[in-house]
C-alpha cells in the first residue's frame, strides 16, 4: 500500500477513533487528504457560533470558533505535538479546553512535510 492510501485509510479510522473518544457522531466527522490532510469534528453549536476540533498534518489538533462562514476559524487552543496523539489525548485535550484551560503553543510545522512519517503513524489505525 502506497502512503497516500495508508494516510486516507489511516485518517479515516483515526478520525473515527477520536470522534468516538470525544462523543461525536459520524455525521459530525469530515477529512480530506489533499495538498495537506485535514480533519474536522464539530463540537457544539450555539447561536451564530460553532466550536470545532481541526486537525491537519502540519499543526496537529486545535479547537476553533466559526463566527461566520465566510471567515476562517478563529483557533482558540492547540494540542501540541505529537500530530497524531491517541484519541484519548485529544479528547483529554477538548474536556480541559471546555473546562476554561489553555492549550499548547502552536506548532512549527518546520518546513516540508513528512508524508511517509505521516503513513507510518497512521498506519497504527489500519
Same mark, same amino acid.
Given at each position: 500500500?502506497?502512503?497516500?492510501?495508508?494516510?486516507?485509510?489511516?485518517?479515516?479510522?483515526?478520525?473515527?477513533?477520536?470522534?468516538e473518544?470525544v462523543?461525536?457522531?459520524?455525521e459530525g466527522?469530515?477529512?480530506?487528504?489533499?495538498d495537506?490532510?485535514t480533519?474536522?469534528?464539530? $463540537?457544539?453549536?450555539g447561536?451564530?457560533?460553532?466550536?470545532m $476540533? $481541526?486537525?491537519?498534518e502540519?499543526r496537529?489538533?486545535?479547537?476553533?470558533?466559526?463566527?461566520?462562514p465566510?471567515?476562517?476559524?478563529?483557533?482558540?487552543?492547540?494540542?501540541?505535538?505529537?500530530?497524531?496523539?491517541?484519541?484519548?489525548?485529544v479528547?483529554r485535550?477538548?474536556?480541559?479546553?471546555?473546562?476554561?484551560?489553555t492549550?499548547?503553543?502552536?506548532?512549527d510545522?518546520?518546513?516540508?512535510?513528512?508524508r511517509?512519517?505521516?503513513?507510518s503513524? $497512521?498506519?497504527?489505525?489500519?
Amino acid at each position: 500500500m502506497d502512503n497516500s492510501a495508508v494516510i486516507s485509510q489511516g485518517l479515516a479510522r483515526y478520525v473515527k477513533a477520536v470522534a468516538e473518544e470525544v462523543g461525536v457522531p459520524p455525521e459530525g466527522t469530515e477529512f480530506e487528504v489533499s495538498d495537506t490532510a485535514t480533519a474536522y469534528l464539530g $463540537l457544539a453549536e450555539g447561536p451564530g457560533r460553532d466550536l470545532m $476540533l $481541526l486537525w491537519n498534518e502540519e499543526r496537529g489538533w486545535s479547537i476553533a470558533v466559526e463566527t461566520d462562514p465566510a471567515e476562517a476559524p478563529v483557533v482558540v487552543a492547540h494540542l501540541g505535538l505529537p500530530l497524531v496523539p491517541p484519541p484519548d489525548v485529544v479528547a483529554r485535550f477538548v474536556d480541559d479546553v471546555l473546562a476554561g484551560k489553555t492549550g499548547g503553543p502552536e506548532p512549527d510545522p518546520g518546513g516540508a512535510r513528512d508524508r511517509a512519517g505521516l503513513a507510518s503513524r $497512521l498506519s497504527d489505525y489500519l
